[in-house]
């Protein structure tokens, strides 16, 4: 059975060919001269050692710092200091490491993302940290404001898996944007009341202006807000 050469013996099999074969044979190119004697006459002593790190392939890329501290580079962002908001950086992307510039000066390096966001907490504003991490603790304080049924909902999401669920507690808070904080916490307590306490319920009974309602409304979220209509709307057994 025939065995297929390794590696090691691939490779010194190319070098003996190299030096014995082709290197000692008359190349016309060269005046019939050895390849091998014209390397360690004139080119040998040319030669300088290999560089002590591999090479590596650069990609350079320029972005402005968006306001929220974050610049594109390929398909994934990056954070750097807040102070540089508005200005171009220059992004030096090799290998595993993702390098920004501002004035020549290296002011942000994050581990290489093929999509997502790397952020550092630290390049946001002090003032503004707290608010743009929105963590879950944030999120109660903001809950209270709102009101008891707010804090009930977030409570409730935030008992198990809460990372998974922080967008969705998020979104509740950002409703404050739209609505008054009476409504929110209304909203919030009657999604609780259906078992549906999801952003997008809470969202869809404030669309349909049910919160003070009494009707089912588990499925607010999904359903247009014509819709949202209770049991008695469907009683087939009415007369018309």
Not at 77 to 86: D, K, N, V
Not at 98 to 112: N, S
Not at 122 to 149: D, M, N, S
Request: glycine share 8%; aromatic share 6%.
């Amino acid at each position: 059975m025939h065995q297929s050469p390794s590696l090691t013996q691939m490779q010194a099999a190319a070098l003996a060919w190299c030096t014995d074969v082709y290197g000692r044979h008359q190349h016309r190119g060269l005046g019939g001269a050895h390849p091998a004697v014209v390397f360690d006459a004139v080119e040998k002593h040319t030669l300088t050692p290999l560089p002590p790190r591999r090479f590596e392939p650069v990609v350079y890329s320029t972005g402005k710092l968006a306001p929220d501290c974050h610049v594109k580079a390929g398909k994934a962002l990056y954070s750097a200091p807040w102070q540089l908001i508005g200005r171009r950086l220059l992004v030096r992307t090799a290998g595993d490491v993702v390098q920004i510039f501002h004035d020549e000066q290296v002011v942000a390096t994050h581990v290489r993302r093929l999509s997502g966001r790397a952020t550092n907490p630290e390049h946001y504003p002090p003032e503004k940290t707290a608010f743009t991490l929105q963590t879950v603790v944030w999120c109660r304080v903001q809950a209270e404001q709102i009101g008891p049924g707010a804090v009930a909902i977030v409570d409730e999401l935030s008992q198990v898996n809460a990372i998974h669920r922080l967008r969705s507690i998020q979104g509740i808070i950002r409703l404050r944007s739209r609505y008054d904080d009476a409504r929110i916490d209304a909203a919030c307590a009657r999604a609780l009341e259906v078992g549906d306490p999801r952003y997008r319920t809470v969202k869809g009974i404030l669309v349909a202006g049910t919160e003070h309602d009494g009707q089912d409304v588990a499925d607010a979220g999904v359903t247009a807000p014509a819709l949202l209509r209770g049991p008695a709307a469907f009683d087939t057994e009415r007369s018309a």
